[in-house]
Antibody, heavy 117, light 110 residues
């Protein structure tokens, strides 16, 4: 079955940067759209960013546009999220997800990012 | 700013039927928004239920169905079970690669 394992979460100060990674396995990574979704503690889901199969198309939610950058390395079966200028309101569990046939069909277990001084 | 609306909470009796809705503050929801529905229990990643309005994800029982009702997307659960008690989220495609989640509905089975 599809496996998605996030890493890179942790505690970071406001204004700082963090890079999340997602290791994908058990499917042909290079053939699928990928997405990051986040969930603040006790809150709902928020779509963060998506990237096309070859990385040529990238889309961002309004609250992260200009601060976050999604990327992928198909040779390493890996998805990334570079997060800059982090704010307290970015504190959340970040999920890596496969996007297939107009929906997310597989989710990772998530990695927690805490932005606090 | 596009806002996707969901009932904050709903309740249903065991064995009963409940309909959750997913709307837009500024327009009607149509199949062109490719409505998806996800179920989430505390501490777990979301589970896909319905996509492209009414297609059930793999392994989802036919007690769960999706549709367009009036100007909203809808998720109907029939024969509700205690283990259906969860948070339910819809997400809509806004075009230009942008998706927006609703705020979620907390479903209580009692």
């Amino acid at each position: 079955e599809v496996q998605l394992v996030e890493s890179g979460g942790g505690l970071v100060q406001p204004g700082g940067s963090l890079r999340l990674s997602c290791a994908a396995s058990r499917f042909t990574f290079s053939m699928d759209y990928m997405t990051w979704v986040r969930q603040a503690p006790g809150k709902g889901l928020e779509w963060v960013a998506s990237i096309s199969e070859d990385g040529s198309e990238k889309y961002y939610g309004g609250s992260v546009k200009g601060r976050f950058t999604i990327s992928r390395d198909n040779t390493k079966n890996s998805l990334y999220l570079q997060m800059d200028s982090l704010r307290a309101e970015d504190t959340a569990v970040f999920y890596c997800a496969r996007f297939y046939n107009s929906h997310i069909d597989y989710w990772g277990q998530g990695t927690l990012v805490t932005v606090s001084s | 700013q596009t806002v996707v609306t969901q009932e904050p909470s709903l309740s249903v009796s065991p064995g009963g039927t409940v309909t959750l809705t997913c709307g837009l503050t500024s327009a009607s929801v149509s199949t062109s928004h490719y409505p998806n529905w996800y179920q989430q229990t505390p501490g777990q990643a979301p589970r896909p239920l319905i996509y492209k309005t009414n297609t059930r994800s793999s392994g989802v029982p036919d007690r769960f169905s999706g549709s367009i009702l009036g100007n909203k997307a809808a998720l109907t659960i029939t024969g509700a079970q205690a283990y259906d008690e969860s948070d339910y989220y819809c997400v809509l495609y806004m075009g230009s690669g942008i998706w927006v989640f609703g705020g979620g509905t907390k479903l209580t089975v009692l």
